[in-house]
């Protein structure tokens, strides 16, 4: 089997949960990748034998543009579109980073991943906690992260 992928697409778009975020958008990149097998189109040189880049495109600014709360929706609304299309696949993965996410520290991106297996899951981590770290005021949370159980 061999993977076509198209990585980095990059939108300005205006998902979030809280309406701020939804008001003033923010920066998002999408990875798609597809495994297929392309032999035929390889021998032949014919692009009907392959996954075409451009419908990759064209779908992920499509559904990039129809706001919602959670980037989970829009990683599932693509998946969902490119596995009606590419039917001969036999697999797709759909990740979306929200770059620079709104959670009072430096966070490069957070994201989600759609497809690919039992890997595919919210990604991004949280990494770097430790010591004390329970003790400060996360703004933004309430209550902090305390409330949900995770210490």
Known sequence: ??????EGMQFFAFHGYYEEERLMGTHFIVDVYVDTNFMMAASTDDLGGTV????IYFICRVEMKKTAKLIET?????H???SGLFTSASGITVRI???????GGPVARSFVEVGGGSSAGIGGGMGGFGGDDEE????????????????
Request: proline share 7%.
């Open 1 to 6: 089997m061999s993977k076509v992928a198209l």
């Open 52 to 55: 075409n880049y451009e419908t």
């Open 74 to 78: 829009v990683a599932q609304r693509i």
């Open 80 to 82: 969902n579109k490119l």
């Open 97 to 103: 980073s929200k770059m620079n996410p709104p959670l």
């Open 136 to 151: 400060e005021d996360f703004g933004g949370m309430p209550g902090g992260f305390g409330d949900l159980g995770l210490w």
